[in-house]
């Protein structure tokens, strides 16, 4: 498919270099336009080949603006890991922090109390009267 004719067909003027931006979102359009779900079975097969021709433009496009070097277009590829940032700031440290020192601190306090009932039932329940035991 030539250029002049994908233009056309998602609705640019032939002469026109549309950016990666409007070119999608003109493609999109169009798919809604002319989706072959939308219509009825007597209409689908002139969808499905309108759909098909749509599709066939844009990626013609999309080959023509990375094959002339757009500068809107980038082969770039972006992995985001950890924790994310607001702004680009560090982020709060402190706010990560804060809900693991409550576990932590929770399981000692907790386990001392438990620690410490369980000794004084042993206590009472066998009293000692040796001065180095307890």
């Not at 607001?86 to 809900?99: D, E, F, K, S």
Request: glycine share 8%.
């Amino acid at each position: 498919m030539q250029g002049d004719e994908a233009r056309a067909l998602l609705g640019f003027p032939p002469d026109s270099r549309p950016t990666l931006s409007q070119v999608k979102a003109a493609y999109r359009t169009k798919v809604w336009e002319s989706h072959p779900d939308l219509f009825p079975t007597q209409e689908k097969p002139h969808a499905e080949s309108k759909f098909k021709l749509i599709s066939e433009a844009y990626s013609c496009l999309l080959s023509g603006a990375r094959g002339e070097g757009s500068a809107s277009v980038t082969n770039v590829r972006v992995v985001r890991t950890g924790v994310p940032r607001a702004q680009g700031r560090r982020g709060n440290p402190a706010l990560i922090r804060v809900p693991f020192l409550f576990i932590i601190l929770g399981t000692v306090v907790l386990g001392g109390l438990n620690a410490a009932r369980a000794y004084k039932k042993q206590k009472q329940a066998y009293p000692s009267h040796h001065p180095f035991l307890p």
